[in-house]
């Protein structure tokens, strides 16, 4: 079963920084887009931020601009989520998964191969 790996996770203070990675270990992840979803506790997944295999972004959630950045290095068949100025409701579970049409679809159903999810507590 094809499936994302991600890691990066920790417990960080307010303002700090994570830079969470997506790999993919049977297959590469060259011609894909690649989502970041998070699960806040209690609530609905929703999606972060996605990066087609050309290298462009869609943002998800506006007020994510600006703080969280994703990119992708095909050498190392990763994909990135670069998180900063964090705050306590950025806490929650990080999932990657991949879109097989590479359209960075705006639905969540469109997606597979999810991994396990990394875990980001932001508190003092």
């Known amino acids: 079963q094809l499936q994302l790996v991600e890691s990066g996770g920790g417990l960080v203070q307010p303002g700090g920084s994570l830079r969470l990675s997506c790999e993919a270990s049977e297959f590469t992840l060259d011609y894909f887009a690649i989502g970041w979803f998070r699960q806040a506790p209690g609530k609905e997944r929703e999606g972060v931020s996605c990066?087609?295999?050309?290298?462009?972004?869609?943002n998800y959630i506006d007020s994510k601009k600006g703080r969280f950045t994703i990119s992708r290095d095909n050498a190392k068949n990763t994909v990135y989520l670069q998180m900063n100025s964090l705050k306590p409701e950025d806490t929650g579970v990080y999932y990657c998964?991949?879109?097989?049409?590479?359209?960075?679809?705006?639905?969540?159903?469109?997606?597979?191969?999810w991994g396990q999810g990394t875990q980001v507590t932001v508190s003092s």
């Open positions: 990066i087609r295999s050309s290298g462009g972004s869609t």
């Open positions: 998964a991949l879109d097989w049409a590479d359209g960075c679809s705006p639905r969540e159903a469109d997606f597979g191969s």
